[in-house]
């Protein structure tokens, strides 16, 4: 068991060690340990290895000149300079907000990034501001649109954070495909198969083995299958992608860069690095904000009061299980499997750390 | 068989019967035409004489005075006066679109509305201005949250229109749930079964009756249920609510108004009406657009091109079968249901017309 601060302390100096500068380092670790608070345990520390070897395979710059390429009152492109997506997602978010201060709302297209770990953790920058958060991100090519066998897709991500009143946020975080392939590798660890629905295999018939993707399958657009509405999980897909990557100029589509160094970068990219879009909406752009916050609370009450299939399984609002995992582990502590604990010591080792 | 002029005519007619202005009755009935043109028939003239109905039970008012009530650079926000969301839709959008030549963006939320057609059209108002289009709307409450017995959103559509080079813009139009309402009509009249996943009963067990609605049951969020994602569909349905409804002071989730001028309006509304929410990006506001519409052009016919499951059936891009439809019908005429003719019938000895 780990407290969040040995756990962020930890992986600040590792991005130290790989040449951060200081501020990009704590930044870059309260990013990635964020993933760990809530839940989202293949996103945090789990990662902090393959984020080295990217940078040892040259294809991360620890001390990026991130900047603004172009903008208008409300929008702006981003190029982060082959950087940590844990530091240029706060920094373009910030961007945003600032935007939004003045033009009532700001949309940043980022391009030239690496995965940025949680979108949600993006989207919740905007709450403190009694803005309205949005955060998505194109990813490695996991995701075989409707009616084809290739990978064309990541799980690209979208997050939208809206503040309340007295009521904790709603904070919607998911990736646009039945499954994120963080619940495939819990199935993986665990030997059980998959539900019908989450993959298929390398011909494009419905699978339910979870290793289905080592083997040339591919995960499925939020739907499934065309009866259940897949098609629609991939224009969702598209959005995100085309939001992310074709307008900022990052690689899109099946020449989103992957994750994993072990793999080449696409030949014939199109554009630079992964992109992101964020979006910050100023609640007072619209209404004041006090009105909206009573209205709020009521949407929530009402939804929680829901009448239930099950008078065991309450109607939650999206973010309850998230923000409850944070809570609990903040005070008890953040539990590492053994093989994530191991690469940590790892990493440990290799820069004379102590975790 | 009709022309598109003959449907458009007769319907601009009806509006102008219920004491439209001349260009509004114009503007609606191209908002509700292009529903049968693009093959969305459930929303087109099929709906004409409910609008009507709605106007008799004084819930529409045929001469609005739609107004800006707050503003920023970025965004507006919009009272309808209810009037009809045929009207009001295209006003809005406009209003989105003008914001966004300065400011880069602009974002309008929409009070006090009724039904507003096909969330489609709205956004593909953008494509002509080299903008990035995004529509959505709250609707009647018919679909139940993950875990929840009861009805407590709409089927919330979003639409986003992308504009292309040399090739057809991108022009994803969906419902949040797995399967609209109109598709559950089709299954009706053929007195066929829905596949599972579609629909739950009143004690919110999956079924595959789909007269299930008008039992107490609900439509399901896509992804169907817990296991295949639902909680995304729910994720997405809210988000449409809160972005239409709350922000705008609308009636929002179980309070959104229904269409069937039947039914009771709800009780305590919370806000006026039914909401919308319209965005229009500009794509130069974050790059060149000569080098967008290259990068969107090589996106769709790499995705166009990708290998498919079964050699017959190619990867389409969002909005292709709407497309292909509305080629087809502007040529070749569109063909009413005998139900719909009837009803078109009825309307035009009411207010004696020639259909």
């Known amino acids: 068991m780990y407290t969040y601060d040995q756990l962020e302390t930890f992986s600040k100096q590792v991005f130290l060690k790989i040449g951060c500068p200081e501020e990009d380092a704590e930044m870059a670790a309260k990013t990635l340990v964020s993933a760990d608070l809530r839940g989202i345990d293949s996103h945090g520390v789990a990662r902090l ?22 903008e208008t009152p409300s929008t702006a492109l981003v190029d982060g300079d082959a950087g940590l997506g844990l530091v240029i997602g706060p920094k373009s978010m910030g961007i945003a907000i600032s935007k939004a201060k003045k033009a009532g709302t700001g949309w940043v297209s980022v391009r030239n990034s690496n995965h940025f770990g949680i979108a949600g953790y993006h989207a919740m920058k905007a709450l403190a501001e009694d803005m309205i958060g949005i955060s998505m991100t194109n990813a490695s090519p996991l995701v075989a649109p409707t009616w084809s066998k290739e990978r064309m897709l990541g799980t690209n ?11 904790t946020p709603l904070v919607a975080d998911f990736a646009t495909t039945t499954a994120a392939n963080g619940k495939l590798e819990i199935l993986q660890r665990q030997n059980k198969k998959a539900p019908y629905g989450w993959i298929q295999d390398k011909e494009g018939k419905p699978s339910d083995d979870p290793f289905e993707l080592k083997n040339g399958g591919a995960l499925l657009p939020l739907g499934g299958d065309r009866e259940h509405g897949s098609h629609k999980g991939y224009c969702l897909g598209s959005i995100v992608d085309i939001f992310s990557a074709v307008l900022s100029g990052a690689g899109y589509g099946p020449w989103a860069p992957p994750f994993v160094s072990f793999l080449p970068m696409p030949e014939d990219m199109p554009g630079k690095g992964l992109g992101h879009f964020f979006g910050a909406m100023r609640i007072d752009a619209f209404q004041p904000k006090e009105q909206f916050k009573v209205n709020m609370d009521r949407w929530i009450k009402r939804f929680r009061n829901a009448t239930t299939v099950n008078e065991n399984q309450p109607v939650l609002i999206p973010g309850d299980p998230e923000r409850t995992l944070e809570e609990e582990r903040k005070k008890s502590g953040i539990s590492l499997l053994k093989p994530v604990e191991d690469d940590l010591k790892g990493l440990a080792l290799k820069f004379g750390l102590s975790l």
């Open 49 to 70: 290895s393959g984020y080295v070897r990217l940078w040892e395979a040259g294809r991360i710059n620890p001390d990026p000149n991130i900047k603004i390429i172009h």
């Open 157 to 167: 991500p979208i997050a939208v954070a809206i503040p309340a009143g007295e009521e």
